[in-house]
């Protein structure tokens, strides 16, 4: 089974890593046995858990183009004209720089007794 090398996204954190290039390994990669490909341009792709929201992962990222919110542990990596994912290069970076905005901390508002 081959790797695939991948931009991986979690809570205050970005790093590369290699995973195996299956369906099991990207499921554990972003918590949760459905998945979500949100295209990030003609080449790169987002993988997150579907249902990120509504089991109470963490927002993560924000894609502005698209108006959307991410939850989750997050994978990004190359989409082929055939549908498949393969490796992210090193160019992709800038890529995702532009195109997310992490998000590094949600602030709720005081509690306070009156």
Do not use: Y
Not at 22 to 34: I, K, P, Q
Not at 47 to 70: E, Q, S, T, Y
Not at 94 to 113: E, F, P, Q, Y
């Amino acid at each position: 089974m081959p790797n695939i090398n991948v931009i991986a996204i979690e809570q205050n954190s970005i790093r590369r890593k290699t995973i195996p290039n299956t369906m099991e390994a990207l499921r554990d990669a972003v918590g949760g046995h459905c998945i979500k490909v949100v295209p990030l341009d003609e080449q790169l792709c987002v993988i997150c858990n579907a249902w990120g929201k509504a089991f109470g992962l963490p927002p993560v990222a924000l894609i502005p183009a698209r108006h959307d919110v991410l939850f989750g542990p997050l994978v990004i990596c190359r989409i082929t004209s055939g549908g498949k994912f393969a490796d992210v290069a090193e160019e992709d970076l800038r890529t995702v720089d532009n195109s997310l905005l992490l998000i590094t901390h949600v602030c709720g508002g005081a509690k306070t007794d009156d």
